[in-house]
């Protein structure tokens, strides 16, 4: 299908703008007239500008407070009308979006409303203009879409449709099913916006924290199924009103924006992820030396040495790590977490599903002999690799160190603010990982967002945070080790190496036991304990962070699902206290 996207979406002027979404592949645009206004092109030269980038210019919005007005008020409506239509002439723009009037002064009443809207579709022709009016979810007598549909048929223009809004019908909890009810041709245009779940009142919700689809819990795929239904043949528009978007980069915001519509048709057409990843192949890290000397203490065995690069095989059961000693901007700032492999059963696959989706390929220097390992690159940098076991030949590996640590449990990120969003697009529609829990983590030095998501049967989990957490901080991040007894462990590595596991204060002890009853070597151990409202049990421990990377070792018991959010509070407070 065509697609559009609001010139609202994404930062910049007008011309910067224009410039990013033509190069993210869009069709159209939505020209905002704010966007219009704050331009010093005239509206010929942005009509211009458009068609040499190959932009149709499908909708100019919004007409605001226009219907169900006294007579003095429709008057001067009129004279703003006549004044937009002559400037979407010098646009080319033949489609005006009307809201539908918030003022605590709008007149109740279907038929004044429908009579008004029809007189503004008369003007509207005369121009070669049409009207689709939309319902505002926090309009003042019109806020559902059906009713929106019922003033527009009671009008009974044929220059007069409406205007569907996804975040409109779908903060209000309205069943989308309606849609399939009013006809195609009538169906104007339609805009998309996904969006987290509200803690506000729906005015601020829809005004900053709207996002493309995907990154939030709206069953858009639902709505756009019905929309085309009723028969709609016109874009799939993105109008996206977000205060982090508007700070981005306007060129990844636009590429994140069409990834999000071309994930949204592969779910109309009902495909799934062609190669889902089935488990983690390895975690690479920079830095060889202090991270080989944990890696050691935590029991890994260093069991091969790539034969072309700096990079060696690390093992302990089913946990592979790669150590780099290349030099990259990552390592900078001492050891950090550079790529990730994923199991795949079909690596091509999986790589050719990624690039369908925007994601940049990465190209690689191997030798003839060597593995071909598909990769592409996260938002954050971070590499990520598919992967059979062909990798593995690479490094001729003596064999598996036995060990308690059974594999990788997950994987966290530390995102850039502003790419947050984008991440989520990436890892739900190019891995195919699905949400999990969301959470605000209070930090001494602030507040820390995580989003946590998961493949099927929890073989892949990632978790992504906000990486900066006051001014001074560098982002962390932590590989997580599956592990079958983390007592055990904790019991040798504070014998052998008491300065190795980060420190727990007695205070959150104390509380652990009036809440759970936890076994009292817990707070001799240090090792955190959490348990969901299932009875399912989750052990874990932190190591001191090398570089900006830390180990996490967890046990999972009884179906536990979780990351032991409780406890982040207290490990960060430590990581402060102890300077890292």
Not at 281 to 286: K, P, T
Request: aromatic fraction near 8%; include cysteine.
């Amino acid at each position: 299908m065509r697609k559009s996207i609001a010139t609202v979406s994404v930062s910049g002027t007008l011309a910067e703008k224009l410039e990013a979404i033509a190069a993210a592949g869009f069709d159209g645009v939505e020209i905002f007239e704010n966007d219009l206004l704050a331009s010093p092109l005239p509206p010929e030269e942005v009509r211009a500008r458009a068609a040499d980038l190959g932009l149709g210019i499908d909708l100019y919005q919004p007409f605001r407070d226009f219907e169900a007005v006294d007579a003095g008020t429709l008057a001067r409506n009129l004279r703003r009308a006549e004044h937009k239509f002559r400037v979407m002439e010098r646009l080319g723009a033949d489609l005006l979006l009307v809201c539908s009037n918030v003022s605590p002064d709008a007149i109740a009443g279907d038929e004044q409303a429908a009579e008004q809207l029809r007189l503004l579709a008369e003007r509207a022709a005369d121009h070669g203009i049409r009207i689709a009016y939309e319902a505002l979810a926090w309009g003042r007598h019109v806020s559902e879409y059906l009713h929106a549909w019922r003033v527009a048929r009671l009008a009974d223009h044929p220059g007069l449709g409406v205007c569907l809004d996804s975040f409109h019908i779908l903060s209000r909890g309205s069943d989308p099913i309606g849609i399939e009810a009013i006809p195609g041709d009538k169906i104007f245009f339609l805009q998309l916006a996904d969006a987290p779940p509200p803690a506000m009142d729906v005015l601020q919700w829809s005004r900053h924290y709207r996002c493309f689809p995907g990154q939030g819990t709206f069953d858009l795929t639902g709505l756009v199924a019905s929309v085309l239904r009723a028969g709609y043949t016109g874009p799939l528009s993105l109008e996206v009103f977000n205060d982090v978007f508007r700070q981005a980069s306007a060129e990844r915001t636009a590429l994140d924006g069409m990834r999000s519509l071309i994930a949204l048709e592969q779910s109309l057409r009902g495909e799934t992820h062609p190669a889902a990843p089935t488990g983690f192949a390895f975690a690479e890290l920079s830095g060889t030396g202090p991270v080989g000397r944990l890696l050691g203490v935590l029991g890994f065995a260093r069991t091969g040495t790539h034969p072309t690069k700096p990079v060696e095989l690390w093992e302990q059961g089913g946990a592979r790590l790669l150590l780099s000693a290349a030099t990259t901007a990552a390592a900078a700032t001492g050891p950090a977490l550079i790529a990730i492999g994923l199991d795949s059963p079909d690596p091509a696959g999986a790589a050719e599903h990624a690039e369908s989706l925007l994601s940049p390929v990465l190209p690689r220097e191997r030798a003839p002999e060597e593995a071909k390992l598909e990769a592409v690159a996260a938002p954050d940098g971070t590499e990520i690799f598919f992967c059979d076991q062909a990798w593995l030949a690479d490094f001729a590996p003596a064999g598996p160190m036995p060990g308690p640590v059974t594999g990788i449990d997950h994987v966290a990120l530390a995102q850039p603010w502003h790419h947050f969003d984008e991440a989520q697009s990436f890892y739900r529609s190019v891995l195919g990982l699905r949400p999990q829990e969301s959470l605000e983590v209070p930090d001494p030095y602030g507040m820390l967002r995580s989003k946590a998501m998961s493949g099927p049967g929890g073989a892949v989990r990632m978790v992504m945070n906000i990486a900066q957490v006051g001014a001074d901080h560098l982002p962390r991040q932590h590989i997580a080790l599956a592990c079958d007894d983390v007592v055990a462990v904790a019991r040798r590595l504070r014998s052998e190496h008491p300065g190795l596991l980060l420190p727990i204060p007695g205070n959150y002890y104390d509380d652990l036991e009036a809440r759970h009853e936890a076994d009292p070597e817990l707070r001799r151990l240090g090792v955190l304990y959490d348990r969901d409202e299932h009875g399912g049990e989750f052990l874990h421990l932190y190591t001191v962070t090398v570089g900006r990377v830390f180990f996490e070792l967890v046990q999972r018991a009884g179906g536990y699902q979780g990351y032991g959010a409780a406890n982040a509070p207290i490990r960060l407070a430590m990581q402060h206290a102890a300077g890292h």
